[in-house]
């Protein structure tokens, strides 16, 4: 992104085209060619169709009654999407979930980090406790999710065994959120109040946050006045979300503890700590474990060959342990977990609000950004774009490995900014940007030392992909 000078030098100056509609007609209009006359992925491609441009004018839902401002420009390439990284141009104030900001009685009153701009003093400390709470699991990662993937794959088998089949979701589900209680504060929840409800009442606490942008399959004239057109109220889910709450106060006493002296509240910290677990984390691996699935499983035999003869080579050579700097030498394996968050990005919505008047530039035009104007880039456009990534749409497997494939590296975006910089307090990118990569690994490897290879139908869900398990080969031992 360059100055208005720069730009001129470049790229000749166009207006952005597209408008808003009559005021609230033009909302409605196209909330519903987003959710069901169209789909999200036809409602900006047939957009940048019309327009000719990568950059537009649009509406993006919820819409009227819940958000006061639809207006959005719209990024759909990977040379204009950066911008909505760089806080010297755009805030990020209450932008989380888009054009509108669910109630803060879902979070005990608190505005909660991810929903805070890094000028804010709150957020250094809270981002600088999340880094904390990574710190002080570093050495429990791997041991609990060997162990806590380990029964997943069991319950899998068991499955197969007797039905012929076996759904990822619902165990996968579970084993995400006991790793994660296990790894960051030492605590086995079945050994709880909370039993095994965890990821029911996180689904519940995080629908009613995030309905205004899902579709459920409901039929139009009843889902849309449901979920988008008032907000569901906090109070119904009350309940469980202090179920949530008593857990993560009882078992994060230490990482408390590090909150006060870094001048954070028990409460304030104990809901900042919820929050980061059950909706950034444990949310990322529910969308990212059944994409990996996904994506490797429909690849084929040939894939599952050359994964499982680089990951047990290289475990071998280390003693038969899974190690940190051991998966940094499987490259293959790498770049799988790379191209799936590229192709299938988890959080795949990005806003930020113009600072100031900006230009930004796509790979054909500049356009000029009046100071308050929201930006919006959907990322699996921005990450797929055929300017950058030769056969985008595809899943190929190799494609970060070398030196070539690591420059493309920084064009990858799924942690709130490019995969080659990392989280800090003055950023909004993801504080658990490494910990996502490192899960996302442990499961493939996992899978491999395991299985010579395995087969799956798929379908969709209102967050992602939804897996069946057809069959599984386990290791040969000869």
Request: charged share 20%.
């Amino acid at each position: 992104m360059g100055s208005t000078k720069e730009a001129n030098l470049t790229l000749p100056i166009r207006e952005i085209p597209g408008d808003y509609g009559l005021p609230f007609i033009g909302a409605l209009k196209d909330r519903w060619d987003y959710f069901y006359n169209q789909g999200r992925e036809e409602y900006f491609k047939s957009r940048s169709q019309k327009h000719q441009s990568t950059v537009f004018r649009a509406n993006m839902p919820p819409g009227s009654f819940i958000a006061s401002n639809p207006n959005v420009i719209v990024l759909l390439d990977g040379k204009s999407f950066p911008v909505l990284f760089d806080t010297s141009k755009v805030e990020k104030r209450d932008l989380f979930t888009g054009t509108y900001m669910p109630s803060t009685n879902f979070t005990g009153g608190y505005r909660i980090l991810s929903y805070l701009d890094p000028s804010e003093p709150n957020h250094t400390k809270l981002k600088n406790l999340l880094f904390f709470l990574l710190q002080s699991s570093r050495d429990k990662v791997i041991p609990e999710f060997h162990s806590t993937f380990t029964q997943l794959f069991e319950t899998l088998e068991s499955e197969l065994a007797s039905k012929g089949k076996a759904a990822f979701g619902d165990p996968n589900d579970k084993a995400c959120f006991n790793f994660l209680a296990r790894a960051f504060y030492g605590v086995n929840p079945v050994d709880t109040k909370l039993g095994d409800k965890g990821p029911t009442l996180i689904a519940l606490w995080i629908f009613f946050q995030l309905a205004p942008l899902l579709t459920l399959g409901l039929p139009s004239f009843l889902e849309d006045p449901l979920l988008h057109t008032f907000r569901l109220p906090p109070f119904l889910v009350k309940g469980s979300y202090k179920k949530l709450y008593d857990f993560f106060y009882n078992a994060s006493g230490k990482i408390l503890d590090e909150g006060e002296k870094m001048g954070i509240q028990r409460e304030e910290a104990c809901h900042n700590l919820l929050f980061a677990t059950c909706f950034n984390s444990y949310g990322g691996m529910k969308i990212l474990f059944p994409s990996l699935l996904k994506f490797i499983g429909q690849a084929g035999v040939k894939l599952h060959k050359q994964l499982a003869e680089e990951i047990r080579t290289v475990v071998q050579s280390n003693g038969g342990t899974v190690t940190m700097s051991g998966m940094e030498q499987m490259e293959l394996m790498k770049s799988v977990v790379y191209e799936t968050l590229r192709i299938d990005p988890p959080v795949p919505l990005q806003y930020g609000k113009a600072k100031k008047d900006l230009v930004i530039q796509s790979h054909d035009a500049a356009f000029e950004v009046k100071k308050g104007e929201m930006l919006f880039g959907f990322q699996p456009f921005a990450t797929k774009d055929p300017n950058i990534f030769s056969n985008g749409e595809e899943f190929v497997a190799e494609r970060f490995m070398g030196k070539e494939g690591e420059k493309l590296l920084k064009n990858v975006f799924w942690s709130n900014g490019p995969e080659t910089e990392n989280p800090n307090v003055e950023n909004k990118q993801c504080a658990g940007k490494n910990f996502v990569v490192l899960v996302g690994r442990l499961l493939v490897v996992e899978l491999f030392m395991r299985y010579d290879t395995f087969e799956v139908t798929t379908g969709t869900s209102a967050l992602g992909s939804t897996i069946m398990l057809t069959s599984v080969n386990r290791v040969s031992l000869d």
